[in-house]
Each structure stands twice: as C-alpha cells, then as structure tokens.
C-alpha cells in the first residue's frame, strides 16, 4: 500500500511539472481586419486563423475592392498555412504559403481590337513573411505581413506576378 500511495504521488507531481512547462492554449481562432490595405486602396480585407499547434496555423482571406482595376482586382479568396518562429507562442516572426483567387478587370483601351471582354479571374500561389505581437492577455493581436504569389493561369492581358500586404489588427477567441 505505501509503494502505491508513493507511485501515486510521484505521478501526480510528474504531470504538475509538465502542465507547467506546456501551457494549454485555449485562444485558438483569430480574426483580423486589414487596416493598412483600408487606408491605403479602400480594400476590405478579413482573415482567419486557426492554431492547430503553438507554432502552426492554417487560414484564409477574403476581399472586396471598389475598383476591379485594382493591381490585386476587385474579388480575392484563398487559403494560407503559416509556421511562426518567435520565443512567445503563436507570435513574433512567421513565413506563409498562400493561394489565391482574385478576379478583375484588365484597364487597356481595346478600342483598335474591337469588342473584348476584359474581366478576368485567375489563381496564384505564393510565398509570404511578416511579424505578429501579441498582447499580454493574448487577445488582441497586430500583425504586418507581405507577399508575392505567381499566377498559375496567366491570360496575354494580366500580370504574371501579383503582391499582398498590410498591417492587421487581430482578436482571438
């Protein structure tokens, strides 16, 4: 009895230890607004974020835009899978894969070609890296990013290249 009381013990003492040295993270959905790209071209842009590990995070974006002019045009949906770096969990530096779908309206004067549809829709994939700092509570988040994606589907009208960037503001739930 008393070598069961003792294997008792040492086995609850064993899982305090490690319940310290490996918080729990129950925060694991952000949301965030772009700030930056609102300011800068009137884009709204929002994004989630689910953490899956400390250190992983699988999301997604959506934006609208006024002008399907625009570099990035008027629509965009796409994925993103990041890997942060940083001493504080699920913050500090970050490298993204990402891929999108934006459609958008090619701004060229066709008038010598004739009539033309000039609206098009593509899809890129692309690399991206930014920084993230959270707040004590981890609540509330601020985070830069930018990026450069290849389109994999590129027309005789649209750019082979197309970027993103910003500064969000964050809330995790």
């Known amino acids: ?9 040492s086995l609850g003492f064993t899982s305090s230890i490690m319940a310290q040295a ?24 929002g994004s989630y974020e ?17 002008d399907a002019t625009d570099y990035n045009g008027n629509f965009g949906i796409g994925p993103n899978l ?13 490298a993204e894969v990402f891929g999108l779908y934006y459609t958008g309206k090619n701004d060229v004067d066709s008038t010598t070609l004739g009539a033309r549809n000039n609206d ?12 993230k700092w959270v707040t004590r509570s981890d609540r ?8 450069m994606g290849r389109n994999i589907n590129p027309e005789d009208f649209q750019n082979a ?3 993103r960037g910003g500064l969000s503001i964050g809330f995790r739930f």
Do not use: W
């Open 22 to 45: 490996y918080p729990r993270f129950e925060k694991n959905h952000e949301i965030k607004f772009n700030i930056g790209q609102f300011l800068a071209t009137s884009t709204v842009e």
């Open 120 to 131: 098009y829709g593509t899809t890129a994939l692309g690399l991206g890296i930014g920084n």
């Open 50 to 66: 689910y953490f899956f590990t400390e250190d992983t995070s699988i999301g997604g974006t959506l934006y609208f835009n006024g």
């Open 82 to 94: 990041r890997a942060y770096f940083g001493y504080i969990p699920r913050s500090g530096f970050f």
């Open 161 to 163: 290249f197309m970027f």
């Open 1 to 9: 009895m008393r070598y069961f009381l003792c294997l008792i013990m």
């Open 140 to 147: 509330f988040t601020l985070e830069i990013h930018g990026g």
